[in-house]
T-cell receptor, first 113, second 112 residues
Framework: KNQVEQSPQSLIILEGKNCTLQ??????????LRWYKQDTGRGPVSLTI?????NTKSNGRYTATLDADTKQSSLHITASQLSDSASYIC????????????FGSGTRLQVQP | EPEVTQTPSHQVTQMGQEVILRCVPI?????FYWYRQILGQKVEFLVS????????KSEIFDDQFSVERPDGSNFTLKIRSTKLEDSAMYFC??????????FGPGTRLTVL
């Protein structure tokens, strides 16, 4: 069964600090991996999408890495801001012609002043 | 910037009633999706729709659920006889290709 696991479940950091969120997946065959940011009560917003051949991708202060061999990904947030407080969700798509996405439970990040 | 819109933002209904959740996908997109998120749980795929028919659905999407694109702009999710466990946020998404799916803000459905 396709699964996406994320850690930590929640994280509190001080404004200006960096943090790294982890994602492990068992989706097969792998197509692509996405990181989404979801503010409370809102829909997910895409941060990055990576395919099998990409091992790093940046979007401003967000940098995602992908190790397709170990089936792991990370999302690094640099110089955190209060507006980064949200849930960060790792989402994986299988290369089966299906468009359904498998979502992780998310990491709830709280940035404190 | 174009975005997916959903109405209503919050729907309260009695158990057993029918509800229709509405979505307006991004105008040049061809693929449409519904997801749901029960409070405190993961986002779950319900159904995808392309070329006026369902292309894929999950085990959650049983006979109580149906989708329709009644005109060139709207995409609807109907729940025929709501149950308490249908209470959730329902997200509509659309995409122009296999990769990027753009999500709407969601409709919070509360079944009493």
């Amino acid at each position: 069964k396709n699964q996406v696991e994320q850690s930590p479940q929640s994280l509190i950091i001080l404004e200006g600090k960096n943090c790294t969120l982890q994602c492990n997946y068992t989706v097969s065959p792998f197509s692509n991996l996405r990181w989404y940011k979801q503010d409370t009560g809102r829909g997910p917003v895409s941060l990055t999408i990576m395919t099998f051949s990409e091992n790093t991708k940046s979007n401003g202060r967000y940098t995602a890495t992908l190790d397709a061999d170990t089936k792991q990904s990370s999302l690094h947030i640099t110089a955190s801001q209060l507006s980064d407080s949200a849930s960060y969700i790792c989402v994986v798509s299988a290369d089966t012609g299906r468009r359904a996405l498998t979502f992780g439970s998310g990491t709830r990040l709280q940035v404190q002043p | 910037e174009p975005e997916v819109t959903q109405t209503p933002s919050h729907q309260v209904t009695q158990m057993g009633q029918e509800v229709i959740l509405r979505c307006v996908p991004i105008s040049n997109h061809l693929y449409f999706y519904w997801y749901r998120q029960i409070l405190g749980q993961k986002v779950e795929f319900l159904v995808s729709f392309y070329n006026n028919e369902i292309s894929e659905k999950s085990e959650i999407f049983d006979d109580q659920f149906s989708v329709e694109r009644p005109d060139g702009s709207n995409f609807t999710l109907k729940i025929r006889s709501t149950k308490l466990e249908d209470s959730a946020m329902y997200f509509c998404a659309s995409s122009s290709d296999y990769n990027e799916q753009f999500f709407g803000p969601g409709t919070r459905l509360t079944v009493l």
